[in-house]
């Protein structure tokens, strides 16, 4: 079996194969579903609607990334 081995990467203790790098970007992704729910959930009104508002919110940045994927003609 393999042993552990430890890595120095920008003052941050990385160990095999998981990195701390990016900490703090769950809250921000998590923030910008917040927004975005309640961006779309003020445009409608009814339980299914919210309900569509709300999944709509969780896969956005599919559609971003689609859509940027397409102006970029890629």
Known sequence: MAKETEV??????????W???????GGVYF???????????QQVSGF???VL??????VWP????YQLFVLLKI
Not at 19 to 25: I, L, T
Not at 31 to 41: D, N
Not at 53 to 58: E, H
């Open 8 to 17: 120095k990467c920008a003052d941050v203790c990385v160990k095999t194969k």
């Open 53 to 58: 508002a709300i999944l709509k919110a969780i």
């Open 31 to 41: 923030l910008g579903i917040i927004g975005v729910a309640v961006y779309f959930i």
């Open 19 to 25: 990195h701390h790098h990016d900490k703090g970007m």
């Open 62 to 65: 599919a559609f971003l990334i």
């Open 48 to 50: 299914w609607p919210i």
